[in-house]
C-alpha cells in the first residue's frame, strides 16, 4: 500500500462531507526538510466549508488520525505532519519491492491498449549525429516506459528515404560522385557530395532545377535513379543498425517515406472527395484558416508529392494496421506547427482518432549556441562522441580497477550509459549545449554515478551470499529516507508516462543514490549483528530499483565496475 494513499484516506475519511479525495491527494506535500514530517497537508482547502481557521483544523485533525504505521502527527501552524513508523514502515516497503523484482512499479494501466511510438527516423545517406540523438534516445525510453505501465508498444523508425533531398544527392553523385570511394566510405562520401551540392547551389541555382528533375525521375520509376537511391538506402541501414545496437535502441518498422508512395494516392483522392482541396499557386493544399494555421502542401505545382502527404499516409497505415490507442511522434518542437496541421486534416477527414495523435517535442542540442546543420557540414557526429565516452571508461576502469573482467563490455556500458543519461536527465524541452567535457564526467549526477552506486549494492549482496526476506525493517533515519524514494518509484514511473518525460525518472534514481550513498557512509552495512538481514534487504532493493530504472532509459547495469 502506498504511504500516501495512507495518509490521503485518513483525511478523507475525517473530511469525507468537506472535501474530495482529488482535491486532497492534489496538495499533499513531502517537506523538504524530513524532521518537519514525511508528508504534510495544507488545510488552508478546509477553511471555507469548515469554517474554521486552517492552524485549528490541523490541531483537531492531528487528535483524531490513527494508523498502525502512522506514529506521530503534528499540527504546525495550518499544516498537518505526519511521521510514519520507520521500522514497520521500511519493512513494509522493502518487502514489497523484494516480493516483486522486476516487477515492481508495474501497471496494468495500458493492459489490452496500443501505443504507436515514431521516433529517431533520420535521412538516409547522412551521418548519424549528435542532432539525431535526443529523438532516439527519449523515444526509446518512452516506449520502454508505456511497456512498464502496460502498453504494447510498436516501435517505428520513420527513415527520411524519399524527398527532394534525394534529388540533390542524386545531382551531386552525378556530377562530382565517385564509385569507388562511395563504394568504401558510403555515408562519408554522400554526406561530403550533400554539402558540395549546397555550396554549389550558392553560385549556381540552376543546380536546385535540376535537383527537382532527378527526384521527378526517381518518382517516375527510373532505373538509374531506384539503383543509386536503393544502394545509398541500404548502406545507411547498416551504419544506423550499428548505432542503434550500442544505444541499446530497437524497432519493430523501419518502414520510412518510401514505403507509403503507393499510399498517397488513396489519400490525395479521399481530400478530394472531402473537397479540401485548393489550388494555390499551381500547388494543391489544404487551407486551414479556422486553426490559425498555414496551408497544409499536398501536391506541388510539378505534380511532386511531400513528406507531408506521406504522414498524413501513415497515420492513416498506422491506424488500420496497428488499431493504436495512441500515435506519439517524438520529433524536435521545430515542428509543432506540423503536427498541428495533421490533425487538424485528419479531423477534417472525419477521423475521430485525430485526437490520438500526439507530437512529443524536444530542445535541441546546440553547437556555440547554434542547431547543427548537416547543409553546412556543422555537425558531431555522434559515433565519435560515443567511442570517446568508451575510451574515457576504460581508462577510468584501468586506472581504479584494472583486474576487472570483461573490461570492455563494461566500459561499454558506462561510455554509453553516460551519453544517455546526460541526455534523459535534462527536461525534454530544454535545448542542451554540446559539451563532451560535461557529458563525460564520471561524478555527480551522471548516468556512471548511479551505475557505480548499484555495483556497490551488487558487491555487498556478493559479500553475503543467499538472502531471505526480512520481516522486519531499521529504524535508522539513512535507512527510512532511503526507503521513501524506493516507494514513489511506482509513482515516478507513472508520472514519467503521464508526462512523458524520462526525466522524471532519472532525477529520480540520483535522489536514491545519493540516499543509499548517505546510508552507506554512515552505516556499517555488513556487521554481523541481529539487523545485518534488514540491512542487506534494504541494499537488494536498492539494487532493483536503481537497475530497473536504468533499465527504462536504456542503460546497462553493470555489477561490477
Known amino acids: 500500500m502506498d504511504f500516501k494513499e495512507i495518509f490521503i484516506k485518513q483525511i478523507s475519511d475525517m473530511t469525507s462531507k468537506e472535501i474530495q479525495v482529488n482535491d486532497i491527494r492534489r496538495v499533499i506535500e513531502i517537506p523538504k526538510n524530513s524532521e518537519h514530517g514525511d508528508l504534510a497537508f495544507p488545510c488552508f482547502i478546509l477553511a471555507k466549508t469548515m469554517k474554521m481557521p486552517p492552524a485549528i483544523i490541523a490541531k483537531e485533525l492531528a487528535k483524531q488520525l490513527a494508523h498502525p504505521l502512522i506514529e506521530k502527527t503534528e499540527a504546525v501552524g495550518p499544516y498537518l505532519n505526519i511521521f510514519f513508523a520507520k521500522k514497520s514502515g521500511s519493512a513494509h516497503i522493502v518487502n514489497s519491492v523484494l516480493e516483486t523484482g522486476e516487477q515492481y512499479g508495474c501497471s496494468t494501466t495500458g493492459k489490452g491498449k496500443t501505443i504507436v511510438v515514431d521516433f529517431s527516423s533520420p535521412n538516409i545517406a547522412k551521418p548519424f549525429s549528435m542532432g539525431h540523438l535526443r529523438s532516439a534516445v527519449i523515444g526509446q525510453a518512452l516506449a520502454n516506459i508505456a511497456e512498464k505501465q502496460g502498453y504494447q508498444t510498436v516501435r517505428i523508425n520513420h527513415i527520411g528515404d524519399w524527398g527532394t533531398q534525394f534529388g540533390k544527392l542524386l545531382t551531386a553523385y552525378k556530377k562530382w560522385g565517385d564509385f569507388d570511394k562511395v563504394k568504401e566510405s558510403p555515408i562519408e562520401e554522400l554526406f561530403k557530395l550533400y554539402v558540395q551540392f549546397h555550396e554549389e547551389a550558392k553560385d549556381h541555382p540552376e543546380l536546385d532545377d535540376e535537383a527537382r528533375l532527378w527526384f521527378k525521375k526517381l518518382e517516375n520509376g527510373d532505373e538509374e535513379a531506384a539503383e543509386l537511391w536503393s544502394w545509398f538506402r541500404a548502406d545507411s541501414l547498416k551504419e544506423f543498425e550499428r548505432i542503434y545496437r550500442l544505444l541499446n535502441i530497437h524497432f519493430d518498422s523501419y518502414n520510412g517515406e518510401a514505403f507509403y508512395n503507393d499510399k498517397m494516392e488513396t489519400v490525395v483522392n479521399r481530400l478530394q472527395q472531402e473537397q479540401l482541396l485548393t489550388m494555390s499557386d499551381g500547388a494543391e493544399v489544404v487551407t486551414l484558416p479556422e486553426e490559425e494555421l498555414p496551408p497544409y502542401l499536398i501536391k506541388k505545382s510539378d505534380g511532386a508529392t511531400l513528406y507531408a502527404t506521406r504522414d498524413l499516409a501513415a497515420a492513416i497505415y498506422r491506424k488500420e494496421t496497428y488499431a493504436f490507442d495512441q500515435a506519439l511522434y517524438i520529433v524536435g518542437q521545430e515542428q509543432t506547427v506540423h503536427f498541428k496541421q495533421i490533425k487538424a486534416v485528419l479531423k477534417r477527414l472525419h477521423l475521430d482518432w485525430y485526437e490520438k495523435v500526439t507530437h512529443i517535442p524536444f530542445g535541441l542540442y546546440l553547437k556555440d549556441g547554434k542547431k547543427m546543420s548537416t547543409r553546412q557540414g556543422r555537425i558531431i557526429l555522434l559515433e565519435d562522441v560515443l567511442n570517446e565516452a568508451i575510451q574515457q571508461a576504460s581508462a577510468n576502469i584501468?586506472?581504479?580497477?584494472?583486474?576487472?573482467?570483461?573490461?570492455?563490455?563494461?566500459?561499454?556500458?558506462?561510455?554509453?550509459?553516460?551519453?544517455?543519461?546526460?541526455?534523459?536527465?535534462?527536461?525534454?524541452?530544454?535545448?542542451?549545449?554540446?559539451?563532451?567535457?560535461?557529458?563525460?564526467?564520471?561524478?555527480?549526477?551522471?548516468?556512471?554515478?548511479?551505475?557505480?552506486?548499484?555495483?556497490?549494492?551488487?558487491?555487498?549482496?556478493?559479500?553475503?551470499?543467499?538472502?531471505?526476506?526480512?520481516?522486519?525493517?531499521?529504524?535508522?533515519?539513512?535507512?527510512?529516507?532511503?526507503?521513501?524514494?524506493?516507494?514513489?518509484?511506482?509513482?515516478?514511473?507513472?508520472?514519467?508516462?503521464?508526462?512523458?518525460?524520462?526525466?522524471?525518472?532519472?532525477?529520480?534514481?540520483?535522489?536514491?543514490?545519493?540516499?543509499?550513498?548517505?546510508?552507506?557512509?554512515?552505516?556499517?552495512?555488513?556487521?554481523?549483528?541481529?539487523?545485518?538481514?534488514?540491512?542487506?534487504?534494504?541494499?537488494?532493493?536498492?539494487?532493483?530499483?536503481?537497475?530497473?530504472?536504468?533499465?527504462?532509459?536504456?542503460?546497462?547495469?553493470?555489477?561490477?565496475?
Open 398 to 561: 584501468e586506472a581504479k580497477n584494472p583486474s576487472l573482467e570483461n573490461k570492455e563490455k563494461i566500459a561499454q556500458s558506462v561510455g554509453i550509459g553516460a551519453i544517455l543519461f546526460h541526455d534523459l536527465k535534462n527536461d525534454r524541452m530544454n535545448n542542451i549545449e554540446f559539451s563532451l567535457k560535461d557529458m563525460l564526467t564520471f561524478e555527480g549526477e551522471t548516468g556512471p554515478y548511479l551505475q557505480y552506486t548499484h555495483a556497490r549494492a551488487c558487491s555487498l549482496l556478493r559479500k553475503t551470499g543467499a538472502l531471505p526476506l526480512s520481516e522486519a525493517g531499521l529504524e535508522n533515519a539513512y535507512a527510512w529516507e532511503t526507503a521513501k524514494l524506493l516507494q514513489q518509484y511506482p509513482n515516478k514511473v507513472k508520472q514519467a508516462y503521464n508526462q512523458l518525460s524520462p526525466s522524471t525518472i532519472a532525477k529520480h534514481l540520483i535522489d536514491v543514490a545519493q540516499a543509499f550513498n548517505k546510508y552507506y557512509g554512515n552505516v556499517r552495512i555488513l556487521e554481523k549483528d541481529n539487523e545485518l538481514q534488514e540491512r542487506l534487504a534494504l541494499v537488494k532493493a536498492v539494487m532493483i530499483v536503481l537497475a530497473d530504472g536504468m533499465k527504462l532509459l536504456g542503460m546497462d547495469a553493470p555489477e561490477e565496475m
